[in-house]
């Protein structure tokens, strides 16, 4: 009786056994379970923490992705003893092609005045003579006039006149013979500059060139939408709507429509072309706003300085007439933009041979900075060596330059790929983290990245490009939409001019007056001499 009491009370325990352990094998599921939803959330919010800090860096913060030298200098300092991380080979970074900063050149430690300098010459000079009054001109000893003597003390000061609207009265006066009274003349009176572009006879013949530059600098250059040249022209006196204004634009764009078409011609020509492309509204249905209003695309190519051309696509396909797979089929040659999969198609056919960006790939390490402050400190530090190579050797000959990538710049890169190699293989990279892009970014490119160290005329990045696009950047946050797809049209025309201005540091409203009355005197004429680039040639040759 009691071995059968012992063995029914040892198949309980092994039963409860069998049941703890059951549970306890659950309990350690649920907790590995947990555990990993944890880390999950915890990766989650840290990618989102890290967007966060750079939307508000965007929004509040310096758009300069410039840092102190000695910062990163710094975060070596600190993690060296615990990194076997190679030494930088600069303490320093440049972005976007910069020189580096003043506080890294020989001298720098004698800082500049900030005094004003002297005065640009160019400007109009208003003279006030100041006397001493007739008692202090006397002279208290012995009561005779005194004399000006040696050279007078010169003033100059900055001063400022808002500018003007004025009229331009042409008069004509007819004559005939006295004596027959016959064969009355007049002299031709010359078109205005929108004679052939705007339907109202009465609004075309009040505008001249001068104005039209106005309207167009204010707009597409200085960011002033219309209903803003509205009131500040009415403060003037100057009463003319924003429907007229409109007008205005279209018409011009429409006269300089054939400059631009010859800025393209340009373009085409180049061994290489520098691509990107922004988003735009454009309202497609007037009728409807609402529903009509949508994303366009607007894409940007450039030549040599001064070669910028802008075009619309109603959507991002690959069939849309001007967008890149159309304007570029019969195109053989280096065509540089970022990795984006809009351009993918490009380079498919072998007919074009795609350049990388090093900026973007740059920009990806400064934005791992916080969450990786060593490793992001290397590679902006390999960039900035990178780019003080390439200020050193900007306006050396082709030859020049190719020697000093090969010699320089090539090796660095070199190791830096190793670097990038070990790191990814490494478990210590996390997925998902800003530093697990930045390196799978950079790998994932570098052949395209690196073609710059083999061809002295590719640059090894496209900024070049994004700051002409930058002019549509910060012009939508003012004129926020195009009014219709007509207007988004105008609009490419005219930032093909105004960006081939602003390429050349030419002043566009003084490019824009010109090229206007020459095209209006003569709308037949020839309209490849009147691009940013050639007109900027005709002057430099004449200067």
């Known amino acids: 009786m009691g071995t059968m009491t012992q063995e029914t009370e040892l198949e309980r325990l092994k039963a409860?056994?069998?049941?703890l352990t059951t549970e306890?094998?659950?309990?350690?599921?649920?907790?590995?379970a947990a555990l990993a939803a944890k880390a999950k959330l915890e990766k989650q919010v840290s990618q989102l923490e890290h967007k966060v800090d750079e939307l508000l860096r965007r929004l509040f913060g310096r758009s300069s992705e410039k840092i102190d030298p000695a910062q990163l200098f710094l975060e070596f300092a600190q993690s060296e003893a615990a990194?076997?991380?190679?030494?930088?080979?600069?303490?320093?970074?440049?972005?976007?092609?910069?020189?580096?900063?003043?506080g890294t050149k020989k001298g720098a430690g004698k800082k500049k005045g900030h005094g004003w300098g002297k005065l640009p010459k160019s400007l109009r000079r208003e003279t006030v003579e100041l006397l001493p009054t007739p008692g202090e001109l006397s002279c208290g000893c012995c009561g005779g006039e005194k004399k000006s003597i040696g050279s007078p003390e010169i003033t100059e000061r900055y001063d400022y006149t808002p500018s003007?609207?004025?009229?331009?009265?042409?008069?004509?006066?007819?004559?005939?013979?006295?004596?027959?009274?016959?064969?009355?003349?007049?002299?031709?009176?010359?078109?205005?500059?929108?004679?052939?572009?705007?339907?109202?006879?009465?609004d075309r013949g009040r505008a001249e060139a001068g104005l039209l530059a106005q309207i167009v600098v204010s707009k597409f250059s200085d960011h002033l939408p219309l209903h803003r040249q509205e009131s500040i022209l009415s403060r003037e006196g100057v009463h003319l709507s924003r429907s007229t204004l409109a007008d205005y634009s279209h018409g011009t764009a429409r006269l300089l429509r054939p400059i631009a078409g010859?800025?393209?011609?340009?373009?085409?020509s180049r061994p290489v072309i520098g691509l990107d492309e922004s988003s735009v509204l454009v309202v497609f249905d007037r009728k409807d706003p609402k529903k009509g209003t949508r994303k366009a695309r607007i894409w940007v190519y450039r030549g040599l300085p001064g070669e910028v051309y802008f075009t619309i696509t109603e959507t991002k396909a690959k069939a849309d007439v001007g967008g890149p797979l159309q304007l570029l089929t019969d195109y053989h040659g280096y065509v540089q933009a970022d990795a984006a999969g809009a351009f993918d198609d490009l380079f498919t056919d072998g007919r074009r041979i795609e350049v990388g960006c090093n900026a973007h790939a740059r920009?990806?390490?400064?934005?791992?900075?916080?969450?990786?402050?060593?490793?992001?400190?290397?590679?902006?530090?390999?960039?900035?060596?990178?780019?003080?190579?390439?200020?050193?050797?900007r306006d050396a000959l082709s030859v020049e330059r190719l020697e000093a990538r090969q010699r320089e710049t090539k090796p660095l890169l070199a190791a830096f790929d190793a670097w990038l190699d070990e790191l990814a293989a490494s478990p210590a990279l996390v997925p998902g983290t800003p530093l697990a892009t930045a390196v799978g970014y950079a790998r994932n490119h570098r052949i395209a990245q690196r073609r710059f160290l083999d061809d002295p005329r590719l640059s090894p990045d496209n900024n070049a490009v994004e700051r002409a696009l930058r002019l549509v950047a910060v012009g939508r946050k003012n004129w926020l939409f195009a009014g219709s797809e007509q207007a988004a049209f105008d609009a490419a025309t005219l930032y093909t001019l105004v960006a081939g201005c602003k390429d050349l540091r030419l002043e566009p409203w003084a490019y824009l007056h010109d090229v206007t009355?020459?095209?209006?005197?003569?709308?037949?004429?020839?309209?490849?001499?009147?691009?940013?680039?050639?007109?900027?040639?005709?002057?430099s040759a004449r200067s």
């Open 83 to 102: 990194s076997d991380l190679p030494k930088p080979p600069h303490a320093g970074e440049a972005p976007d092609g910069e020189v580096p900063d003043e």
């Open 164 to 202: 003007s609207v004025f009229v331009v009265e042409t008069v004509r006066h007819r004559f005939r013979c006295p004596s027959c009274q016959d064969g009355t003349v007049i002299a031709p009176l010359p078109p205005p500059p929108l004679a052939s572009t705007l339907e109202s006879e009465s």
């Open 16 to 19: 409860a056994i069998a049941h």
């Open 24 to 32: 306890r094998d659950a309990l350690t599921a649920e907790r590995d």
């Open 262 to 268: 010859e800025v393209w011609y340009q373009v085409l």
């Open 517 to 539: 009355k020459r095209r209006a005197a003569d709308p037949g004429g020839s309209a490849a001499e009147l691009t940013p680039r050639a007109w900027w040639e005709a002057r």
């Open 363 to 393: 920009r990806k390490f400064y934005e791992a900075r916080k969450s990786s402050p060593k490793e992001a400190a290397y590679a902006l530090a390999t960039y900035r060596r990178v780019y003080e190579i390439e200020a050193r050797v």
